[in-house]
């Protein structure tokens, strides 16, 4: 059963270097600069540019929303802003949720940030949410998030062949998914 209160509850999740908390208007200025730097634009494939009255909007918004989950990533020792994630496509009847994540720079990669945001999401979701599944796109280039997924319990379910044109070439997506029974931190 799906406890609906623990996605309206706005968690603040802590760990040794990340802290995970509601995403709000205070973190437009970075979510903006975020969707500015074309790397990350790459590995998340987006093509649209995000002005920043739609940024604004959005992170205005976040708080409204109970049928999902959007936090910011921060550092633990000084609150700055390392990116964003999200549990949404919550099917209470079939016990899963999406998931998405982004860093907001390439120089938080590398570090493990990603993979302790994940690893605290993943056992709120599970423990917390109750929700069975959760699955998430990637694309087959992005071997360090792959690398990562996989290092938290995810597993390849599927590939979605030519789902990403990038500067005129074809890019497949992996649809990957971790269980709860399967849930594993390292």
Known sequence: ????????????????????VPLSAKHTDAYFAAALDEEIRRLTGTHRHLTYAQAQEWCESRAGHTDRLDLAITATENGRFLGELSIYAVSPENESAGYRIALSSIEFTGQGLGREATQLVLEYAFERIGLHRIWLYVYAFNMRAITVYRSCGFSVEGRLRD???WEGRRHDALLMAALRDRHRTK
């Open 163 to 165: 789902s990403l044109q």
């Open 1 to 20: 059963m799906i406890n609906t209160s623990a996605l309206r509850a706005q968690p603040t999740l802590v760990g040794k270097s990340v802290r995970l």
